[in-house]
Every structure is written in structure tokens, then in C-alpha cells.
């Protein structure tokens, strides 16, 4: 079975920190997702990855940035963190070629106060 | 507006009915999938169509798709209490690796 895993389940942080969320996936996936999900709103696009080193917008990219130096890991950083990026951060993984299906770690909770 | 749009938003059952919950669309898609989120965890894959098929079943899964109306549906048949969960339709779009999420239907089973 695929495994991906998120560094922290609930962080609580104050406005102007970083902020660095982990993901790691055991399935050799060239491709990974970062979402925020907000109720209301459903999954929103943060970043996504083809390959190490490389990186794609999505729908909402302001405020965040992130990096793939590993195949098995994507990190999602928040450079100063602001009340308004309080959510429930997702990641995924998919084996490359067309929007077939993700795999989802168990997300990690964000308060920032 | 979200390209997958569910209806209802929220829906409660008794166990061992049948739940039905729809997703709407506005292009044209590659597939259409099912995902189930549990309370407070990330999202699990239940089921994917292919826009040339209009039915798939998984166990007590059926799925349908009508690409003419751009609609799907997902019906859980004889539902049980671990059906609670939230379920979101994601399309699949041509030439893109995005996925687009709808904000999902709320399903309560009750005992």
C-alpha cells in the first residue's frame, strides 16, 4: 500500500513565523501535491511537483513556497506565517502520467494565532 | 465557481439505507473520481470512471457518469455507521495533472 506521511498532525504557530510542513511518500511517485482545504471551499492547489527539483504553481501559490530535493519528500514552507493561512494543509502523491489517482498523508492542522 | 459541485452538502441516513450524493461539472474531463475523508484525516481514492464509461461498481460503490449533463453520481448501498465520512468528487482534466475537488457532501450514518 502507499504510504505518505506529513511531519506534524496539529501545529500552532504565532503570525511571522516559519513554518515547515514535511511530506514523505514510500512509493518511488514522481509526482506530489500540496492542498489547503478550508471549509467551504474544498481542496484548493497550492504547488505541485513533476520531479525533484521541479515545481508548478496551482490555483493559490501567494504566501507559500516549496521544495524537492528528494524524490520521497515535499515540503511546503511558509515563509512568515499570517492568520489567514490557518487551515488544514493536505499533501499527495501519484505515479506520473495524467490525472489518475492521489494519495493522500493525514493532513496537518495549522493554527496560527 | 468550483468546477465539481456536490448536492447535498450535507446528507443523514439510517444505517442500512442507500446514500446517493451528485457531483456537477462544467468542462470537459479525462475521469472523474470519488475520495472519502474521515473527520479530521486526509482523503482516501474510493472509485474512478473514465469519461468513455458510465457505470462502475466497487463493492457497494456505483458510480455513474453522464458526460451529456456533466453529472455524476455516487451511491452507497446498505450503508453502515463507519460510512460517516465526507466525499468529494475530484474531475480529471486533458492535458493537465490537476485534479479539481469539489467541496464534498457530509454523509451521516446513524446506528
Known amino acids: 500500500d502507499v504510504k505518505v506521511t506529513q511531519s506534524s498532525r496539529y501545529l500552532v504557530k504565532r503570525t511571522g513565523e516559519k513554518v515547515f510542513l514535511e511530506c514523505v511518500q514510500d512509493m518511488d511517485h514522481e509526482n506530489m501535491f500540496w492542498y489547503r482545504q478550508d471549509p467551504g471551499l474544498g481542496l484548493r492547489l497550492i504547488y505541485f511537483?513533476?520531479?525533484?527539483?521541479?515545481?508548478e504553481k496551482g490555483d493559490i501559490p501567494e504566501g507559500y513556497s516549496v521544495s524537492r530535493e528528494k524524490k520521497e519528500r515535499f515540503s511546503l514552507i511558509l515563509e512568515s506565517t499570517s492568520t489567514n493561512q490557518t487551515s488544514m494543509y493536505l499533501c499527495a502523491s501519484r505515479l506520473a502520467g495524467g490525472s489518475e489517482t492521489q494519495y493522500f498523508g493525514p493532513g496537518t492542522r495549522l493554527l496560527v494565532l | 465557481s468550483q468546477q465539481g459541485e456536490e448536492d447535498p452538502q450535507a446528507l443523514s441516513i439510517q444505517e442500512g439505507e442507500n446514500a446517493t450524493m451528485n457531483c456537477s461539472y462544467k468542462t470537459s474531463i479525462n475521469n472523474l473520481q470519488w475520495y472519502r475523508q474521515n473527520s479530521g484525516r486526509g482523503l482516501v481514492h474510493l472509485i474512478l470512471i473514465r469519461s468513455n464509461e458510465r457505470e462502475k461498481h466497487s463493492g457497494r460503490l456505483r458510480v455513474t457518469l453522464d458526460t451529456s449533463k456533466k453529472s455524476s453520481s455516487l451511491l452507497i448501498t446498505a450503508s453502515r455507521a463507519a460510512d460517516t465520512a465526507s466525499y468529494f468528487c475530484a474531475t480529471g482534466l486533458y492535458n493537465t495533472d490537476k485534479l479539481i475537488f469539489g467541496t464534498g457532501t457530509r454523509l451521516q450514518v446513524f446506528p
Open positions: 511537483s513533476y520531479d525533484v527539483k521541479m515545481k
